[in-house]
């Protein structure tokens, strides 16, 4: 007879997928097929009102882990001698005296790929013992997370089998104990947790209606039993539980809070009270924390007789203990916010040191002179200790109480000698290099200071100034961790008023600090890459400086021109070699530069008034400062750049941007095309040229004024400085660069008096441009006719890049002469007319090459100009829409680029918003009505076979959201052309689709929603009363399209709230769904009850089968409750469109089980 026949085919089949799954010899497939059923099984279908519970399921459960966890003379770990068993004579598996395999050996044995029939090597059997040792751990992991799902139905539907799951893992939970207890194996301790872990969970949910934690008791008691018993120490307390181990008492101890937190059916209030009181919550009572006795109560009594049990020492076991002890104190007192500095204080055990006293000497210089078994537990003890004091120290609720005053002054005393607290375990972890240990003991002292800082800043108690003194150098500290927690303690600093601090905590601290944070932002001296830096990652450094920027503005607020003034002075004195300083220097000046720029503008306001300015010296020094700075650093010109660091001169480049405004009240015009001219040179280093662009767009910018002005002095040009720049940009090939540059030159140009000096600046400034892209073209062209050449294809590539690139700026120059000042009437000379003159010919160029249209890149640039020329200068353009319009449409029938429609969408607007683009295109209401009807009819059908024959909508999410974009401009704009097409109904057909097609997408879902929300709720949209009156008359139209497609629409934007879309959707879909339900009440006022066809809809939704899959977290009642509320909104019109938005997002909330349905109660008494 089969070994195995002891058991079902069900459970050897669960037991044989386990093993497949962790085995490494598995292939890929086979462990995601096995896998797959694993989770399938254990899942099932989730308890609830339409779901009874699985009893099979926990039946073969409880049997798998009953076989799982039986003796074995075979079981030993992976860490075991390399003799087997047999040969030694010894057994590690659950020994009782019985000389069989557990079933999950056998069926180990029985797969095993390399199996022979000989007998086995001590590797072999090695192996096998992991492979199940593995099988093991994965069904007690999967058995837990059913019981954290499913345990409180199990309870209340089966109790008797409730009671054999405890038991089964309980006897599971002893057999792995007794093993672990003797081999240390690392699989061997896996188990271990994994037991603990399943026995705590379902500690947690065992209750009864008088004893809410019941089941906590009843684990507590007992380990505080095992644990004095242990100890040599008399308990008052008897249990018929089987004896446990202290590891097992300790670590069963450290889950319960865990595992608690873990319960999604109970509010976090009724966790911690679950884990305080002795009874858990009383029905229809309050409830009173202070009752004697509680599980925390015992926990901390049981913890406090641990630790002065084991803190003295004493070997290995004694080590281990302590550590497992100080873990379980840190779990709990982060789950139980009454775990405070007070309790620990207050902790008494006969005479032995409260819980604070034992935990200071694990961290000071007393725990040096312990005698321990490694170094690896010497570590440890600094970590939970730090960790256990942190959580109970961020417990404030005694916060202002004596005790919690008097455990304060009593830490801050002990960090003073020879006691050194904090002091002494950061000496030790930095010269036996924990790093860990030393992150442990920064964040406790940061916490300490944070959370006491008003008393801490007065430096009234012993102490005060050696914990400052040890965040300085913490602060200083090259590991990232270590240093970014005391970053929270100089901003918490600054909240308390300088006249309640200690003098040394003003502006000396802060002086010393900015040196301190000044070093610690610093590149490494050997910094060249961050693919050759391998000390530091880039993350870590970048986020070190993001937060360090607020508390340099800090600083800055405190020592105002003094800081730059010694900033400054790190600039102009380091050697040039010192490079990381000096860029350290200017980001902590560009810091700054919004706080500083503030303060001198406010100066020059009050001077230009008359007014007298109580900070005018300080605002005075800081201006002539940094314009000394400037002078400085921008002396040498060209050659000065060429001599610079690269990340230096982005420092400077950066410098130069954030005080373009203090530049252009304290500069002259000729200092400022100095300025120009250095960041221009320094757009030529590949490293400076990303902040050289962004720098030299600020200072055309914030100068602008101040160069027009100039340039209208006789003789003067600006035009060649700024065409210099521009050049200077489009050598770097970066599009970034090129479009911040241009849009400063036509940010100065449009400022130009004389307009016919604007135009030709503005024609200067885009002539490299245009000449670039005539180049770039010609390069195309002349490539793409050689056939069959892998270089030719790599230069046409190349030229496209570059084409789409000038073609980027032609739109960015063209862009930003959107203003009031440029724009002109038809026959006017615009200020873009001599840059059209000189571009057109190319733009014609472009479109009527294939090549140039067959490439998206080139085709989205040049449609993109287009656009920005509709929307600029459109009586210029008006009289080429027509010949533009055809070649758009051709172009997208054979690309389908979407900034093909986004060109329509810009055109649809203009010719709305401009009368004399239609003027000049010879097309009156009629004409326009007619030419974009025809477009968007032709646009549509082309749109239509493209996302049914060529790709899905998900796969061309741009096309769609474009489509929809165009779409809803229509209905804006043009409202008669949109619903007058003969394609209205596909395209509105094609809207819903996509709302499942596009499967959450953000931007073209977002696009869909709005252009939905905006049609079906045409009636409280803000429109012109003539496109008001065009929509109303195709108002039945709009009706029958929702009573054909309303249902779907409700289901789909249900389904996304209820898990289905990402949350970034959720207002959309929202908007969406109180769009129909208020369209759908208003057009039946009066009425008493809601529209049966819409609950129709609401109720469906609810109950939807995609809905369900989401969440298992709406019920009938929720979908009631939420279909009451929506519909009670909808009639008090569109005031309540916000706050139906968020009933329905507490809605999404209740769905993924973040909010519970009590949230739903505001809006009912509303």
Not at 101 to 121: C, D, G, H, M, R
Not at 142 to 164: D, G, P, Q, V
Request: proline residues 4%; hydrophobic residues 40%; contains cysteine.
């Amino acid at each position: 007879m089969d070994e195995t026949s002891v058991i079902g085919t069900l459970e050897q089949q669960v037991i044989e997928a386990a093993l497949i799954t962790t085995r490494p010899t598995s292939s890929a497939q086979e462990r995601s097929e096995a896998s797959t059923q694993l989770e399938r099984w254990t899942t099932g279908t989730s308890p609830s009102a339409a779901s009874p519970i699985d009893t099979a399921c926990w039946e073969a459960y409880i049997k798998i882990i009953g076989i799982s966890f039986c003796p074995s003379d075979h079981f030993f770990s992976s860490s075991n001698a390399s003799s087997s068993p047999n040969q030694s004579g010894q057994s590690s598996g659950f020994s009782n005296g019985s000389a069989e395999s557990n079933i999950v050996e056998k069926i180990a044995y029985a797969t095993f790929s390399s199996k022979q029939q000989q007998p086995l090597s001590c590797n072999t059997e090695q192996q096998i013992q992991r492979d199940s040792n593995g099988a093991k751990l994965l069904l007690t992991t999967l058995f837990c997370n059913k019981i954290r799902r499913e345990y409180n139905s199990l309870m209340r539907e089966h109790a008797s089998l409730a009671r054999r799951v405890f038991e089964s893992l309980l006897n599971a939970l002893l057999c792995v104990g007794n093993v672990a207890h003797v081999h240390q194996g690392q699989d061997l301790k896996a188990l271990l947790g994994a037991c603990c872990s399943a026995v705590a969970s379902v500690a947690v949910r065992t209750s009864i209606q008088q004893s809410p934690n019941q089941g906590i008791m009843n684990i507590i008691l007992p380990c505080r039993n095992f644990i004095g018993a242990s100890l040599g120490m008399a308990v008052n307390a008897t249990t018929d539980m089987p004896s446990f181990s202290p590891t097992i008492a300790l670590r069963l101890l450290a889950d319960i809070p865990g595992e608690a937190q873990s319960r999604n059916d109970v509010t976090t209030t009724d966790i911690e009270a679950l884990l305080q009181m002795p009874n858990g919550i009383p029905s229809q009572q309050g409830i009173d924390f202070t009752i004697n006795g509680s599980a925390t109560d015992v926990v901390m009594e049981t913890l406090h007789m641990a630790l002065s049990g084991y803190i003295s020492g004493g070997g290995e076991q004694q080590d281990a203990l302590l550590c497992l002890t100080l873990n379980a104190l840190t779990k709990w007192a982060e789950a139980c916010k009454k775990i405070t500095l007070s309790r620990l204080l207050e902790s008494s055990n006969g005479n032995a040191l409260s819980i604070l006293e034992q935990l200071v000497a694990l961290l000071s210089s007393q725990s040096q002179q312990r005698q321990w078994t490694s170094a690896k537990h010497a570590e440890d003890a600094i970590i939970k200790s730090a960790r256990a004091l942190n959580a109970c120290i961020e417990n404030t609720t005694d916060f202002g109480t004596q005790s919690r005053r008097s455990a304060v002054g009593s830490l801050l005393a002990s960090l003073t000698a020879p006691t050194k607290f904090l002091i002494a375990p950061f000496n030790t972890s930095e010269s036996q290099q924990w790093e860990e240990a030393a992150i442990a003991v920064s964040n406790l002292a940061s916490t300490l200071a944070r959370e006491e800082i008003d008393e801490i800043a007065t430096c009234r108690l012993p102490g005060c100034s050696d914990l400052i003194e040890l965040l300085l150098g913490l602060q200083s500290h090259p590991i990232h961790n270590v240093a970014l927690p005391v970053l929270e303690v100089w901003l918490a600093l600054q909240d308390v008023p300088t006249s309640d601090r200690h003098p040394t905590l003003a502006a000396p601290l802060y002086q010393q600090l900015t040196e301190v944070v000044l070093n610690r932002v610093a590149y490494p001296s050997t910094f060249i890459s961050w693919e050759e830096e391998l000390d530091l990652e880039s993350s870590d450094f970048n986020e070190m400086r993001r937060l360090s920027t607020d508390v340099l503005v800090g600083a800055y607020y405190l020592l105002r021109s003094s800081y730059l003034e010694t900033l400054a002075n790190i600039v102009m004195s380091i050697d040039s070699s010192d490079w990381e300083v000096v860029e350290s220097a200017f980001f902590c000046m560009c810091s700054v530069g919004r706080e500083a720029c503030a303060r001198v503008k406010s100066v020059k306001n009050a001077a230009s008034s008359g007014r007298d300015s109580p900070v005018a010296a300080d605002g005075e020094s800081t201006s002539i400062g940094l314009t000394q700075v400037v002078g400085i650093v921008c002396a040498g010109g060209a050659a000065g750049v060429s001599q610079r660091h690269p990340l230096v001169l982005a420092g400077i480049a950066n410098f130069l941007g954030c005080y373009s405004t203090v530049w252009a009240s304290s500069c002259a015009p000729q200092s400022m095309l100095e300025i120009l001219a250095y960041l221009s040179a320094a757009l030529s280093v590949s490293g400076a040229a990303e902040a050289s662009g962004k720098s030299i767009r600020l200072v055309l910018i914030a100068s602008a004024g101040k160069l027009t002005k100039a340039a209208t002095s006789p003789g003067a040009d600006i035009s060649v400085a700024l065409t210099q720049s521009m050049e200077a940009a489009l050598n770097t090939n970066k599009q970034t660069v090129m479009a911040s540059v241009a849009e400063g030159c036509a940010r100065v140009s449009v400022q130009l008096r004389d307009k016919s000096k604007a135009r030709a600046t503005l024609s200067a400034v885009a002539a490299p441009t245009i000449l670039r892209a005539r180049s770039a073209l010609d390069a195309m062209i002349s490539s793409s006719t050689v056939e069959g050449s892998g270089q030719a294809a790599g230069q046409t590539d190349a030229a496209s890049q570059a084409l789409a690139s000038y073609l980027g700026v032609l739109r960015e120059l063209v862009r930003f002469c959107d203003g009031s000042s440029s724009r002109g009437r038809a026959g006017d000379s615009h200020i873009l007319s001599d840059v059209l003159t000189a571009a057109w010919p190319v733009l014609n160029d472009i479109s009527s090459h294939p090549t140039c249209r067959a490439n998206e890149a080139v085709l989205s640039g040049l449609l993109d100009v287009h656009s920005q020329l509709l929307s600029v200068v459109p009586a210029l353009i008006g009289p080429y829409f027509k010949d533009l319009a055809t070649f758009v449409v051709k172009s997208y029938e054979v690309s389908f680029c979407p900034s093909a429609l986004d060109y329509v969408s810009a055109a649809v607007e203009s010719f709305d918003s401009e009368e004399s683009i239609g003027v000049a295109a010879g097309l009156d209401e009629n004409g326009k009505d007619l030419i974009f009807n025809q477009l968007l009819a032709h646009l549509s059908q082309c749109t239509f076979k493209y996302v049914t024959q060529t790709k899905r909508p998900n796969e061309c999410p741009q096309l769609i959201k474009a489509l929809f974009e165009m779409a809803q401009r229509y209905l804006l704009f043009c409202p008669g052309a949109l619903c007058q097409c003969p394609e209205f109904s596909s395209l509105f057909g094609l809207a819903v689709a996509c709302l499942v097609e596009c499967k959450g997408e953000v931007e073209s879902t977002r696009a869909t929603l709005i252009f939905i929300t905006q049609l079906v709720g045409w009636k409280h949209i803000r429109l012109p009363d003539a496109k008001m009156a065009k929509l109303a008359q195709f108002a039945c139209g709009i009706d029958n399209l929702l009573a054909q497609h309303g249902e779907a629409i409700t289901k789909a934007c249900l389904g996304g709230l209820s898990g289905g879309a990402p949350q970034m959707l959720w207002p959309s879909c929202s908007e969406c769904i109180f769009s129909i339900t208020q369209h759908i009440i208003s057009s039946t006022p009066g009425a008493d009850e809601p529209d049966s066809v819409l609950c129709t809809w609401l109720r469906t939704a609810m109950i939807e089968g995609s809905l369900v899959a989401n969440t298992k977290n709406i019920t009938p009642e929720i979908g009631t409750s939420v279909i009451k509320i929506l519909c009670e909104l909808a009639k008090e019109g569109t005031k309540s469109k916000q706050k139906a938005k968020m009933a329905l997002m507490d809605f999404g909330k209740i769905a993924k089980g973040e909010a519970s349905t009590d949230v739903l109660l505001a809006y009912s008494m509303a």
